[in-house]
């Protein structure tokens, strides 16, 4: 029995890696369209607020939950992902084990 095949977890991990230093670097990239919604309506309604000479308080606010919202999800996700990769390879070691103690001698 080979190792287990985790390539595509391995990928999926390092992609949402990937994004989640692109969201701590304040890039648009990987944001849903929920979270760049949040973040473009943040940025609009500040700089109007700005432009009348009002404090863009609320604005900053919502624009900085934005991107926490959009850091939680990523660390969420790749926590899911490890937890799978942890459980594909526990799998095919008690396959293996299960295999070796199931010979004849």
Known sequence: MGKPDTRRLDKAIQQAT????????????PLDGRE???VLGGLATGSYRVTRGNSPDRAERKIDTAWQSAETRLVAEIA????????????AAKAKAAKKSSGWW
Not at 18 to 29: G, I, P, S, T, Y
Not at 80 to 91: S, T, W
């Open 18 to 29: 990937r994004k989640l230093d692109a969201v701590r670097n304040r890039e648009m990239w």
């Open 80 to 91: 899911a992902l490890q937890a799978e990769r942890v459980r594909v390879v526990n799998d």
């Open 36 to 38: 760049r919604r949040a």
